[in-house]
């Protein structure tokens, strides 16, 4: 039985290799470039801020939630970054504001949701416009840019020939992959998502632990922010536009339900953001429109949904009365 | 006799937003005198007023169904790319917005099977389909603007009856329709049904996933009508049309009486609504001077519309 | 001196006086089973106990000292552990997950110690005797193992007094098997067993004791020995029949309304065949989980119908969905008032013309108010619904009774041939359920066939011209309700019953 189950998620995986195989060996044949060191590295480094979003999302999802405010945390806090910099804070000093500030903003979004009752969706999509709208503000719609040079040389270090945005996801993954198997608190977020009332008859404390991954996603979503302004050595209103889409998605691939909580892994989404990466290099490489590029993630987040959705939903449709008898 | 009449007709929200609006105006006329009255501001005011009525209209028989579209601005811009590219390769008027329409209905449609038939939350479904069609009027454009329009399709939005303009007697005409309606019309009282109770209304002989499909699409056509207005208003289609302005629809409507968990709406506290959040928007302006606060204060009102909506259901009596 | 001892407990709900003045004493090392119908006020006592409910007033004693439990967590803390009727696991984690929940052995930085969680469940389970793989997902496993996984995780927990509320009503033969084994060996490490069941054989099969329980009030004890079905019985009935109810239909031989021919649907009933003619009320009576609900749903077309025909008024017909049963005339009045059947944040006057909107329109699809009012003004008055003015009341301010009345009222506006009532008086109060009673007479009499779906033996009785009995998705048999008795349907429904002990 547990073979079957270990199977059946593996399957999953198994497919997404394929796919991202596929999708590698055809890119490499069609152009010389795809598999050059240079364009590596672009693939990677052009969706390295989704990737670490990813890594909290899936987190949010698997609890039963979501948190779309994530694509105005990201600019919000690259600009309160950039500012802190411009009049001359210590640029570690103003990281740690800035992390603070974005956990802050995590910990805004779950009391809301737990005050109020509100579902996840339109707490978070109120603090995405708010901030959305507070950048704008902030700024005049001007962007923020001429750092000190100690600050610029610093950011452009590329220790063993990769970006520093690249190794802080290495580290974040590799942690979030071991915590997420092994720390007994990210396994009650599995709990929670499974079954509100099994985890409240074992006597956990249910809004401690939303508390927990909606500050996570908020921090991870502020830090892609600071690193946004150490790859761009500016900071934007701009930053992040329809980030939340993509990394809903990538997470969605990756075989973390949407619908129902409690089912899904880290190492899904290290799978899908790949996935994403590759497909979103393959479509610069073929020369079709960036354009396309929303157009897929919206038509992909409602494929990956109707798949782990699809056995489901078929069932429902023949005999509408299951959702009567209890 | 009556008083049960207007039960079913009147909602005591609408006059607490009328007077609220009409505050609202004397105060700032004190304050800020011509500042405020004058043409110039009102006519700001209620530059964007057509699109949002029909947009929050459109929201509001979502939300009464118990549901959520966050697809409507994406559907207002890809319908006007639609219409205006069709014009531009020189295909009549009637032709193109009656495309436009059938296309913004067919996504109405869309919607509206992604969340009855297959079972997808509605805020997923429509999540998605707003990124889609957003992605479809960049593509559709490669994001330049769709210029040369005949001069007599600008006129349909920027001509004016009796010193109002069309899009306004346009946008308010549809609402003022769907408003009676909505009261009388048995296939939109079948929508409070199904958003008060799923299970019941199928039960009652409703057919739930019928009624969840008509409303879906009717959100979206509004949507396409406001996306031809805007179009014709601008003269020219644009794939950044209509960002955000789904979020302004759903506040609107909530603050209009719509509740977030179906079963409630009413169009003229919508259309309150709508006046509201532009008139609040413009109070700020006026007292900080920059329009790009507009957005934040859509999403502060949109929290506060909905925590109002929790507080009165939380006083509603409840249970058997 | 028992291990638990209840002293003149009285709980109500509202005006219900649900238990009244009940003392009951358990000791260690036994197996106590507590019987009674539907509404006896077993689960409300098994609450108490487990402190979920409180007492309005009487004691719980444990150990000869006084218990004040206020939730679920303090009684656990006594030593007293429920194992629910439906199962309180999260199916997506590993069964060790679950037996530990919130308990997991962790190590300095959080990271759980898998070795010595799964050696600890691993412990658990043998010392109940069962081999089980710890790092299973509790999904994968029948339900009769998931029941297993419950007990231990309630065991694991320093546990003597173990509740069992209908343990075996999701289980197959062989897994309730496994189950009773499983309890002897728990009563012979001196653990106290409550035992709540509808399955009478069990019960006997099981208990060292058995007490009884009757609208709210002890009836008695029967002793190891004592223990008979018969016995049993005849003491959850004993209720005289007073003439509450409204006399039998005047005429027995009408038309056939409604005929079903081996109807089956997969996992829910097989092969019922019954008849209604118009005019008779028809009971049909079985225990919970019997398929009297799902048969409705069939009939209804809120379900599909997998083989056998239904005849309808002489035609052949297949409803795919209630819109075309309620065109025909067929309607169903839902056991579940609040989530199947009322628009609770909706007027009353909108209640009763929602299954009937059709009618109240004109050829635009424009709805007629006036014509809506006047139709919901009559019903209001001809069901005798209160508060008397009260079409423009939201239908959550109205009693159990009247929203009942409600719901009545909106079926027969459709001008039904055939009404199926399901649970029609549940949680409604005396006053109201003659009312209800003598409306689905008055109903019959005016032509109308009506199945009733009741798991009140003297509503049935009291009711019904014919009495149907069902039991595990199978139609026992029809009797007419002539000089019938509530033991004589109970031994139907319950004999029929064998579990092959």
Known sequence: MLRKIKNKMNLHYLVLIFCITCIFVIMSIQSPFFLTWNNIDVLVNNFIMEAIMALGMTMVIISGGIDISISGILPFIAIIFAKLMLIGVNPWLASLIGLVVSGTIGLFNNSLRHVLRLHPMIVTMATQLTLKGLNLAITGGSVLSKFSRSFTSFTAQRPLGLSIPIWIYILLAVLFVALSKHNRRFIHVFFVGGSNEASMLSGMKINSIFRMVYVISAILAGLAGILSVTVYNSASYSFGQGVEMKVITAVAIGGTSLTHGGEGSITGTLLGTLFMAIVYNAFVMSGISTYYQDVFTGGMLIVAVLLSEGARAINKRTNQAKSLIK | ?320 | ?501
């Open chain 3, 1 to 501: 001196m028992g291990l638990l001892e209840l002293k003149n407990i009285n709980k109500s709900f509202a005006d219900n006086l649900v238990l009244s003045d009940v003392s009951l004493s358990f000791h260690a090392g036994e197996i106590h089973s507590i019987v009674g119908e539907n509404g006896a006020g077993k689960s409300t006592l098994m609450k108490i106990i487990g402190g979920i409910y409180r007492a309005d007033s009487g004691a719980v004693y444990l150990n000869g000292k006084l218990a004040n439990m206020r939730n679920p967590i303090d009684a656990y803390r006594a030593g007293i552990g429920i194992v629910h009727q439906e199962l309180s696991l999260a199916d997506n984690m590993t069964v060790a997950q679950n037996v530990f929940a919130n308990r997991e052995p962790i190590g300095p930085i959080g990271f759980v110690r898998w070795k010595k969680l799964y050696q600890d469940t691993e412990n658990e389970f043998q010392k109940i005797g069962v081999a089980i793989k710890p790092d299973v997902l509790v999904k994968t496993l029948s339900i009769g193992m998931q029941q297993i996984v419950e007990i231990v995780k309630v065991l694991s927990q320093n546990i003597n007094i173990l509740i069992f509320d209908e343990p075996t009503s999701a289980l197959s033969d062989s897994e309730a098997q496994n189950m009773f084994s499983l309890l002897v060996k728990l009563k012979e490490q001196g653990k106290l067993i409550i035992f709540i069941s509808h399955k009478l054989n069990e019960v006997c099969h099981i208990s060292d004791r058995v007490s009884v329980l009757r609208d709210g009030k002890y009836i008695g004890t029967l002793e190891h020995g004592e223990i008979e079905e018969d016995r049993i019985i005849s003491m959850m009935v004993g209720r005289d029949l007073s003439n509450l109810y409204p006399p039998k239909s005047s005429k027995l031989n009408g038309d056939i309304v409604l005929e079903t021919k081996n109807l089956s649907r997969v996992d829910k009933f097989h092969d019922v065949s019954i008849t209604v003619r118009s005019g008779e009320i028809l009971g049909i009576f079985g225990l919970v989980g019997a398929g009297r609900t799902e048969f409705a749903y069939s009939l209804f077309g809120a379900d599909r119908i997998d083989s056998g025909k239904v005849t309808f008024e002489g035609e052949d017909v297949t409803f795919k969905s209630p819109t075309d049963a309620i065109a025909k005339g067929v309607c169903y009045l839902s056991e579940d008032r609040k989530r199947l059947g009322l628009f609770v944040n909706m007027i009353v006057a909108n209640n009763i013309v929602a299954s009937s909107l059709k009618k109240f329109i004109n050829r635009s699809g424009f709805l007629e108010f006036d014509k809506m009012q006047v139709v919901s003004l009559e019903y209001v008055e001809r069901l005798n619904i209160q508060p008397a003015n009260c079409i423009s009341n939201y239908v959550s301010n109205l009693s159990g009774g009247n929203q009942q009345k409600v719901l009545l009222a909106k079926w027969i506006t459709t001008n039904p041939k055939l009404l199926i009532v399901d649970e029609p008086t549940r949680g409604v109060d005396v006053g109201a359920k003659a009312k209800i009673h003598s409306i689905l007479r008055d109903l019959a009499e005016a032509g109308l066939g009506i199945i009733m779906i009741s798991s009140e033996l003297p509503e049935i009785l009291g009711l019904s011209d014919r009495v149907a009995v069902m039991n595990n998705g199978k139609l026992i048999t029809v009797l007419d309700n002539n000089d019938l008795s509530e033991e004589m349907i109970l031994n139907k429904a319950f004999n029929k019953h064998v579990v092959g002990l």
């Open chain 2, 1 to 320: 006799m009556t008083s049960v009449r207007n039960k079913w007709l009147i909602s005591s929200r609408s006059t607490t937003l009328l007077l609220l609006i009409i505050t609202i105006f004397v105060i700032m006329s004190a304050i800020k005198g011509s500042l405020f009255y004058s043409s110039k501001n009102l006519s700001s005011i209620f530059s964007n007023l057509s699109y949002d009525m029909l947009l929050a209209c459109g929201m509001t028989f979502v939300l009464i169904l118990g549901g959520i579209d966050l697809s409507v601005g994406s559907v207002l811009a890809f319908t006007g790319i639609v219409v205006t590219t069709l014009l531009r390769n020189g295909e009549s008027i009637a032709f193109a917005i009656g495309l436009g329409l059938l296309v913004s209905m067919l996504i109405g449609t869309t919607n509206g099977l992604l969340v009855s038939v297959f079972n997808i939350a509605p805020f997923i479904a429509t999540l998605a389909m707003m990124s889609v069609f957003r992605g479809m009027s960049y593509v559709m454009t490669s994001g330049y603007f769709v210029v040369g329009l005949p001069e007599v399709y600008s006129s349909i939005a920027r001509g004016s009856l009796l010193g109002i303009s069309n899009k306004i007697i346009i946008s308010v005409g549809i609402m003022a329709i769907l408003s009676f309606l909505s009261i009388k019309h048995v296939s939109i009282r079948r929508m409070f049904y199904v958003g008060n109770n799923y299970n019941a209304a199928f039960l009652s002989g409703i057919s739930a996933r019928k009624t969840t499909i008509l409303g879906y699409m009717i959100c979206s056509i509004l949507a396409g009508i406001a996306g031809i207005l805007i179009t014709s208003s601008f003269d020219m289609g644009q794939a950044s049309f209509g960002v955000g302005y789904e979020m302004r629809a759903i506040s609107a409507a909530v603050i209009g009486g719509a509740s977030m968990s179906g079963g409630e709406g009413d169009f003229i506290g919508t259309a309150l609504g709508v006046i509201l959040v532009a008139l609040v928007n413009n109070v700020f302006i006026m007292f900080n001077g920059s329009p790009n606060w507009s957005t934040a204060i859509s999403g502060i009102m949109l929290i506060v519309a909905v925590a109002l909506d929790i507080l009165r259901s939380k006083r509603r009596p409840q249970g058997i």
